[in-house]
């Protein structure tokens, strides 16, 4: 049972344009939601997050939307550069649940064109 | 350097085998965690520790056994591995109800 779901498993972008990421859940529980980017090798990294009392969160080049009626988030990076390229995972908790479990996607490969 | 750190990187071993992994974090959290992704890319929580209590025990088989020995230290050790455990293990940290987790550099197993 996927709670959380990344439907593309990768994304090529021109260096320059936007990239969105989208990710998808169902467990109407989650009210807090993150993204982590990871490089191969490497663990992932905490990008950006937000919280199901908001719809947007900024923070430089990436903002994160959340979609609470349609159980949706996306992960805008405005502009793309080479060095974004890497696999970015959507994760889930129930934030200030007695366990902070995440729950993440399987992640989508960003490939950015120089 | 402030991380989170694992040894060992790589690990390949028999079937049947014991082995253990360790985990440190020296970011002051009171949290830790034991992630396994498997060869679907999955990213599944296994364990969590708070100031070396155990909190999260995903159904994972008893052959998998955490340490805590101190809340800066998260070993997982593996009794009689099976074909099905390789795998990359992750070890994260936080601190309590801190939802942004840290991440390991992750141990990748083999199991021949």
């Known amino acids: 049972d996927q709670q959380v779901k990344q439907n593309s498993p990768s994304l090529s972008v021109q260096e320059g344009r936007i990239s969105i990421l989208n990710c998808d859940y169902t467990?109407?529980?989650?009210?807090?939601f993150l993204w982590y980017k990871k490089y191969p090798a490497e663990g992932p990294t905490f990008l950006i997050s937000?919280?199901?009392?908001?719809d947007k969160n900024e923070d430089g080049r990436f903002t994160v939307f959340l979609n609470k009626s349609a159980k949706h988030l996306s992960l805008h990076i405005v502009p793309s550069q080479p060095g974004d390229s890497a696999v970015y995972f959507c994760?889930?908790?129930?934030?200030?649940?007695?366990?902070?479990?995440?729950?993440f996607g399987t992640g989508t490969l960003l490939a950015v064109q120089p | 350097d402030t991380a989170v750190s694992q040894t060992p990187k790589y690990l390949v071993t028999q079937m049947g085998n014991d082995k253990s992994i360790k985990c440190e974090q020296n970011?002051?959290?009171?949290?830790m965690y034991w992630y396994k992704q498997d060869s679907k890319k999955f990213l599944k929580i296994m364990f969590s520790?708070?100031?070396?209590?155990?909190?999260i025990n995903e159904t994972v088989p008893n052959r998998f056994s955490p340490k805590s020995p101190d809340k800066a230290h998260l070993n997982l050790h593996i009794n009689s591995l099976e074909l099905g455990d390789s795998a990359v293990y992750f070890c994260?940290?936080?601190?309590?109800?801190?939802?942004?987790?840290?991440f390991g550099p992750g141990t990748r197993l083999t199991v021949l």
């Open positions: 994760a889930a908790s129930n934030y200030g649940g007695a366990t902070n479990k995440l729950i």
């Open positions: 994260a940290s936080s601190n309590f109800l801190g939802n942004e987790q840290f």
């Open positions: 520790y708070n100031n070396k209590e155990l909190i």
């Open positions: 970011l002051g959290h009171d949290t």
């Open positions: 937000i919280s199901s009392i908001k």
């Open positions: 467990n109407s529980m989650f009210d807090y």
